[in-house]
């Protein structure tokens, strides 16, 4: 089973080998409300832990969405455009942002694991 | 939304029923209110344009202008010095939408007027301003107001409005006599008991009322107006998304102190009369703008593709210069999709025009369009 670990602004990375799945937590898309609109990277735009890597927007609001590690964005999730929604629906699976080649392994160890994020989340 | 707070937050009268009720709360000018309840933005949006959406807007200033000598004329002319509406020319009971202007023809805050058409009361007139302005409004309307007209701050009201094509039908089953209510006009008269002040408006663009209404009954007539399945409470984020749909203005941001009634596309709430005599603050550049154009102009903006233009947004020209500014901008549910509106150069204002929206670094295509996005839907009798 992949693991996945969380930073502090809500963003999940489940990892899988050398590739990490980008994308927003339960309690993220539920403080967002209904997504509209996400604006994803480019596959093979390189990114860095903490940089603003896209965008997601409610009816109400836009938010940066900061990727949790540095590396080469493989992928973006095609089904987003046309299906937003998917993120408030399903943002573990289907409601994913993006996939990223970690280029420093030593950076995932800065991220909170799953029992660390639910402590997070009863301090809010 | 939101504005900068100091200070501990007031409350409405509905303050605690928001809490039952599930709602998530923000700081809005200067009470704390509901922005939004269990079901989202969306669905209450939503909810709103097909049934019926209950807001609790109580924290809008409520007041009225009565005149010593019992006449409506020396109410009505000491308020046309500081508004462009024709106010004289108000039947008992009937309201107009009209703006406070200053000495440069800008905007303090835009309002609603209305002639109460109860007996006895018929030369008092009622205001409603909005909440983040109510201190310098009430502040401007004493510095202005002549000895013979009086200014009677109602602290003891709330406002409850309920809108959508089920509003009417719904509040009626507790007061047969709105039924007939045309958009507009207003009526004193018991809701199920409780007495009230009842305006056929809103600000939605749909069909509905808003209900002044005593603050210590507000939570009973608010708890029976919600055990209709039709009604349902409705936060602040709807209010915003639908009144964008609307194509209303929303104060401090679509208007201010440097925008004219005539460039924010108001002139029709500028009766002829006004027009021509002007008499009021600030008449002679509205006048000018009348006369030879206004330099720039409210619009609708559409963006050909999903992506929001949020206020601030630079708005340019086909071939890349600035031309303006968004204003209010996001996502209409009922549209499916963003909406703008924002002030042009006016030689882009035309409808169709092609424009750009300067959205995160990208210019993104849009379209200048008519407003309103979603059609009004009021009741004219």
Known sequence: MATVKYTKDHEYIRIDGDTGTVGISHYAQEQLGDVVFVELPAAGKAVKKGDSAAVVESVKAASDIYSPVSGEVTAANPDLEGAPATVNDDPAGKGWFFKVKIANPAELDELMDEAAYKAFLDTL | ?381
């Not at chain 2, 009937?94 to 200053?102: A, D, E, G, L, V």
């Not at chain 2, 009021?280 to 102009?297: C, E």
Request: net charge negative; aromatic share 6%.
């Open chain 2, 1 to 381: 939304m939101g504005e900068t707070q100091t200070g501990p937050l007031l409350k409405t009268p509905l303050h605690a029923l928001h809490g039952e009720l599930g709602a998530k709360m923000v700081p809005f000018a200067g009470y704390d209110m509901p922005v939004q309840y269990p079901t989202g933005v969306m669905a209450e949006h939503n909810w709103t344009r097909e049934h019926a959406g209950l807001f609790d807007v109580s924290h809008m200033g409520q007041c009225f202008l009565i005149p010593a000598d019992g006449q409506y004329e020396t109410a009505a002319a000491a308020l046309e010095k500081l508004v462009p509406a024709d106010v004289l020319g108000l039947k008992p009971g009937q309201q107009r939408y009209s703006q406070f202007t200053n000495a440069e023809g800008g905007i303090l805050d835009d309002l609603m007027v209305t002639r109460l058409g109860h007996p006895g009361h018929e030369h008092w007139i009622y205001l409603v301003v909005n909440a983040a302005c109510k201190d310098a409004d009430y502040a401007h309307l004493k510095a202005h107001l002549p000895a013979g007209v009086t200014l009677k701050i109602a602290e003891d009201l709330a406002l409850i409005a309920v809108q959508g094509p089920a509003a009417v039908a719904a509040v009626a089953t507790l007061a047969p006599d709105l039924a007939g209510l045309k958009f507009m006009t207003s009526l004193d008269l018991a809701i199920d008991g409780i007495w009230a002040h009842v305006s056929r408006t809103g600000y939605t663009g749909e069909d509905g009322v808003e209900i002044s209404v005593k603050s210590a009954d507000a939570v009973a007539l608010t708890q029976k107006l919600l055990a209709d399945a039709r009604v349902k409470p409705i936060g602040l984020g709807a209010r915003d998304s639908l009144r964008l749909e609307a194509g209303l203005c929303l104060y401090g941001h679509d208007i201010d102190t440097t925008t004219s009634p005539v460039e924010a596309g108001l002139t029709w709430s500028i009766q002829k009369r006004r027009r021509i005599e002007g008499g009021f603050l600030g008449a002679g550049r509205i006048q000018k703008d009348l006369a030879d154009g206004a330099p720039r102009l409210r619009v609708g903006i559409l963006p050909d593709g999903r992506a929001p233009a949020r206020e601030g947004t630079v708005v340019k020209s086909a071939d890349g210069q600035p031309i303006g500014t968004v204003t209010s901008g996001g996502f209409g549910p009922t549209i499916n999709g963003p909406l703008a509106m924002g002030y042009v150069n006016r030689r882009f204002a035309e409808p169709g025009t092609p424009v750009l929206l300067e959205v995160r670094g990208k210019d993104l295509p849009a379209k200048v369009v008519t407003m309103p996005f979603a059609p009004h839907r009021y009741f004219r009798g």
